[in-house]
């Protein structure tokens, strides 16, 4: 082992001119604090100046930790090196008398901890680090740091964690770096791919410090105690008036010659030092206010929201909401078909008026699909679906409903009429007026048979609306696998095969549509849909214009984001509890990232391309051939589109009730084994069960906007991702890579969202919808407890954040540039 003097005489001659010091000191044993506790220090504050000093302390309670030279010569270039604005200079000691004398300590403007484990303090020297962060100091910790002062509870928190077991020899793993704002992380890769000595925790901290960047344990082994999907690595908060870093990255001496890592280091320093601002509250969970607006109905009425199933946000803030068709639990369903009043209900807008703070009715229209529960040929899904406001709806009071109107339905051969209209609000009342229909778009659905209607709407930045449908294909017939039983009929309209709807280029169901609504209520094709309208195959017109995405199953909730126009979609998959070397792959609910026009699988292949088995025409219950995802065939007796599809696009994110992203090893034909015990999950950090997706909004950050409540920046970008059911299922916040997205690439980067969107009883347990208003808070709906009614946990929430700015202020920066 080397002595402090050589490392004093070493760092000398290295930094040549840098202000650097070594003062021999054995640091005392840790003990209980002097009855004085420093009442005589009083730091300037915040500590430091224009001229930026930083203290790099490696003092030892044994073996001096192997880094140290490797660390400091790291830091001594970093403040040496980039634009004179960001430079500062460093002094070394490993002599902790420097922490009880003020004059010195006080002139640095951040303290750096490459120690290694053990006592370094005695109690008068950490109170003074405490009075030192009090006044506003920085502080930077780096690798093993977070096992020195091990029986300080201050200290403890002052790293964020502690370490369970150790960490020996080195590994190369992949760090997700979800912060794409705060300095130290800003300008890393997405996913950086590096070797170090992982560190596990005793207990995670993520929602208590701001977490930047995740080790993806997938990625190396993390050996015992690891700590699963969210295992952070690098760390932040404002602490005590002042302001601490903590990276677990740094454990091996070549870190600190890679330049990405001098990177991590160079912005971390930045933000300690208060050369540079960031924000260390973004993923603090109490940093988030969940409120629950609406009140439970009065009995009998729904004066504050009905069967919840979508939401708006209008540019003055009012937040506009529908109800299905459900009615009060107690109230009678009508589910005989030779009864005229058969499944009708009234599917109801609401609008909650945030200055006001109160709900009220705006209006409803008959629908079609309050059938109530029960099995798959009485219960129905069927209702008012989806809404949007127009883009110009602060001018015109336009919204948009999709909906099944009960006045269109053939009870004998029950089929309905699924339409997209348009309403005029009035803006003195806020009273629909229904004699302003316009029915831009309208056509058939079965509704013999449950289930998977559809329903969002959303818009691009061209003023085209996307409409989400279901496939109206019944569960029932094919085991929880492919819907590709094709017998199943009433008056010869199948209701168990989606090969005639979701996989019918010439069908409007189990799509998502894309249309342009003009002034006088009619629409035009946007150029770019998936199909013209005019394809033939075998001598006929076979395709619908209006079709950008085929091959969805119940897609409930879409959404596009206001900066790319990329489409968001999520629609829930069959039942199927295990997958099957018979018949194919499992329960898959579905996420995408859509960037182009294109095929996503249903009913042929799911997940990343994983194929279904077709049915003998002989014979349903027999097994035909894999079906082919790249040059998929729809040769159901019950298709009346094209034969030869689209190929199949493999989608962003999908669950089993096993797990995320089930995968398996594939034969020569690429065909999946569907052996359970080969199974293996691409996506960890999400789970399953009984499931039903929620896509959400991708969040952009509005810089001039003035409001109090809105997210921070750090959100920007991310696709909000959730699930009906509040227990394992994902309610997740997720980016993605540029490169890959639209392509099947799989998410970089997904972070919990279940304490700040908060889980469990009295809480958000049955996300139906969520959408971020105009002035960034977000707003959810509670489905309630029960289905195809309203209950007294439905409800509308509003999620504001309350962490304030970043920090350093603006005023505090040591240097305000030229």
Known sequence: ??????????????????????????????????????????????????????????????????????????????GLSGPALERFRIEATDDASVFTDEDRLGTYNAVVFL????????????????????????????????????????????????????????????????DRNHPATA??????????KWLNWKENPSGEVHTVARVRENSYKPGENANGADHPISWCQDYEGGRSFYTAMGGTESSY???????????????????????????????????????????????????????????????????????????PVVTDWEDPEVGKGQGEIHIWDPKEEKASLAGAVTVFGNKGGGDELTKNEEGLLGIALDPRFASNNWIYLHYTPHSEIDRDKRIGERRVSRFTVDPRTNKLDLSSEKVLLDWDVQIHSCCHAGGGMAW????????????????????????????????????????????????????????????????????????TGDEADEGGGKTRGEIY?????????????????????????????????????????????????????????????????????????????????DAPKNESPNNDGLVNLPPITGNTIWYSPQGGGPDFPRDEDGVPSYDMDEQKFLLPWLKGGGQAAMNGPVYRFDSDSNSGDKWPAYWD????????????????????????????????????????????????RNLMDWKFAPDGSLYVLDYGRGFFTSDKESALWRITYTGGAPTPAAGDLVRKGD
């Open 1 to 78: 082992m080397r002595s402090s003097t050589k490392v004093r005489a070493w760092a000398a001659t290295l930094l040549s001119g840098a202000m650097l010091t070594g003062v021999l000191g054995s640091p005392a044993n840790a003990g209980p604090p002097p009855d004085s506790r420093l009442t005589t220090m009083s730091l300037p504050t915040p500590p430091g100046g224009d001229d930026v000093a930083v203290l790099v302390f490696y003092g030892s309670d044994s073996e001096e930790s192997p880094v140290v030279n490797a660390g400091i010569e790291a830091i001594e270039k970093i």
């Open 115 to 178: 120690t290694g484990g053990g006592d370094v303090l005695d109690g008068e020297q950490e109170l003074g680090l405490e009075a030192y962060m009090e006044a506003g100091g920085g502080f930077l910790g780096i690798h093993d740091a977070a096992r020195t002062e091990p029986y300080s509870d201050w200290f403890g928190e002052l790293i964020g964690a502690r370490p369970e077991g150790s960490a020996t020899s080195a590994q190369t793993a992949t760090v997700e770096v979800g």
């Open 187 to 196: 300008e890393l890769p997405l996913e950086w791919k590096r070797s170090d």
């Open 257 to 331: 010659s890679e330049a990405d890592f001098r990177t991590h280091l160079r912005g971390a320093l930045m933000w300690t030092t208060r050369i540079a601002r960031g924000d260390c509250q973004a993923t603090v969970n109490a940093n988030y206010e969940a409120k629950r607006l609406t009140e439970p109905n009065k009995p009998g009425e729904h004066d504050q929201i009905g069967e919840p199933h979508g939401l708006a946000t209008a540019p003055d803030g009012r937040i506009f909401y529908i109800g299905r068709g459900g009615a009060a639990a107690d109230a």
């Open 460 to 531: 691009d930045s061209d003023d085209n609306l996307y409409i989400a449908t279901g496939d109206t294909n019944s569960s029932q017939f094919s085991d929880g696998y492919s819907g590709n039983n094709p017998e199943p009929n009433h008056k010869g309209v199948s209701f168990a095969d989606a090969r005639r709807t979701s996989g019918n280029t010439n069908n409007l169901n189990g799509k998502i549509l894309r249309i342009h609504p003009e002034q006088d209520g009619t629409y035009t094709l946007p150029e770019g849909n998936l199909f």
């Open 549 to 629: 995405v085929m091959g969805v199953r119940n897609p409930s909730r879409i959404s596009v984001d206001a900066k790319t126009d990329t489409l968001y979609a999520g629609w829930v998959g069959p039942d199927a509890p295990e997958p099957s070397t018979t018949w194919g792959p499992a329960k898959y609910d579905t996420f995408a990232a859509i960037t182009e026009p294109g095929n996503h699988g249903w009913p042929f292949c799911m997940g990343n391309n994983q194929p279904y088995r077709d049915r003998a025409a002989d014979d349903p219950e027999k097994p035909g051939d894999w079906y082919d995802c």
């Open 717 to 764: 970008g991310k696709w909000f991702v959730g699930d009906l059911y509040d227990s394992d299922q994902p309610r997740h916040a997720v980016v993605t890579d540029p490169k890959t997205v639209g392509k099947g690439g799989l998410p970089v980067h997904a972070e919990s969202l279940k304490k700040i969107v908060p889980v469990g009883d009295g809480k958000i």
